[in-house]
């Protein structure tokens, strides 16, 4: 007996979300539901955080000429990656690995400055900050799936640029670009793995007992 | 017109599962459902993760002499974390920070060895591989409060004590101790916000436009 397990049909729903939710690159341009986009920073603001820190800050791209410059960084960073791939360089260029410049919203995702700050959780391991924002983004990314919305987190970028760019202070630092809107489709399976990127690991492989 | 969202009972699943998951430190010691453990495991792995690199392991602690070392690990980092708290130790050391002998499953979450050898999204921001795990981590999180389990994700230890402790090979990491089993209650708002440890942050806090 457990009162707090919600209905059959609830927890479906949440797995559905964890099962469907994709990294999207491919977009539409139609607006989003009125509303929508502060639902999902109202998700993300939620999350756990180490210490209740909530190292996070949001920031809503809305010149568009900003947006032209954040990818104009962004493809700075997906040529110089595909030089550093190697012999996988060639097959990175023909993933498409973001749409910044179709999507209807972009938010760029920071952690805060002055985070020295918080000891609790993060004396030996600073960067449960980052872990903390991650889950925010996670809350974001699995809500928007139930809503039918499409999401995917860009990190190809220099940090320090598109720090300089947003007007960060010192302390604070860009760790995702987020590309929000409606999709064309959410593919059946991740599309690295359709692409042959690579495939899901197995539960042998991922789950051991006691030591590694 | 969106043929992708879904009902409106299962968006509010979701969001009462992101409203509604806390980050627990009291537990009651029944066995958990057969095979939820590895449902959660599961939907871990389903979560998104920096060029599909997938970087997660997880420990599933049954020895019962590992799990109290760990918690001896964990005990010493609270001491060490009270002091250099200064003023605030006094009230760290009043919370309780982990239920490690009390809940019914502790798993070990690490990042793999082996993770040099990714570089797709992670040229600029290597630690990207650990936003990875804290969105695995998430998604078991929401999925288990949505079972009316609930999970504490414990970050007060040496990181190399613990992969020592554990077997852990060269460049793997713990990232999380996670304390897992049926609650005594989830409370309506975050531990530390009740105890008056921190605030929630304002939308006005958190959401910024184009500058920071």
Redesign the interface.
């Known amino acids: 007996m457990?009162?707090?397990?919600?209905s059959d049909?609830?927890?479906a729903?949440?797995?559905?979300?964890?099962?469907e939710?994709r990294?999207v690159r491919h977009f539409r341009p139609d607006p989003l539901p009125a509303g929508l986009l502060?639902r999902l920073?109202?998700?993300?603001?939620?999350?756990?955080s180490?210490?209740?820190?909530?190292p996070?800050?949001?920031?809503?791209?809305?010149?568009r000429e900003?947006r032209q410059r954040i990818h104009a960084l962004v493809d700075v960073?997906r040529a110089?990656?595909a030089q550093?791939?190697g012999e996988r360089g060639a097959d990175?260029l023909k993933l498409k690995v973001e749409g910044i410049l179709d999507c209807t919203e972009v938010l760029v995702v920071?952690l805060r400055d002055g985070r020295e700050r918080h000891?609790?959780?993060?004396?030996?391991?600073p960067?449960?900050d980052?872990?903390?924002?991650?889950?925010a983004?996670?809350?974001m990314?699995?809500?928007a799936r139930?809503?039918?919305?499409g999401i995917g987190?860009v990190?190809?970028?220099?940090?320090q640029e598109l720090a300089a760019l947003?007007?960060?202070?010192e302390g604070?630092r860009p760790?995702?670009v987020l590309c929000i809107g409606?999709?064309r489709e959410?593919l059946p399976r991740?599309m690295?793995?359709i692409e042959g990127?690579?495939q899901?690991?197995t539960?042998e492989d991922?789950?051991?007992?006691?030591?590694?």
């Open positions: 457990n009162d707090y397990r919600y049909a609830d927890i729903a949440v797995r559905r979300a964890i099962e939710r990294d502060e920073i109202a998700a993300a603001n939620l999350a756990p180490v210490g209740y820190m909530q996070w800050r949001f920031l809503h791209i809305q010149n900003l960073e110089i990656t550093a791939l990175f920071a000891v609790f959780g993060r004396r030996t391991m960067d449960m980052l872990a903390s924002v991650a889950c983004i996670q809350n990314w699995l809500l139930a809503e039918g919305i987190w990190s190809l970028y220099d940090p947003l007007g960060m202070p604070a760790v995702a409606h999709v959410f991740p690295l793995e990127w690579g899901r690991r539960m991922v789950l051991a007992v006691d030591r590694w």
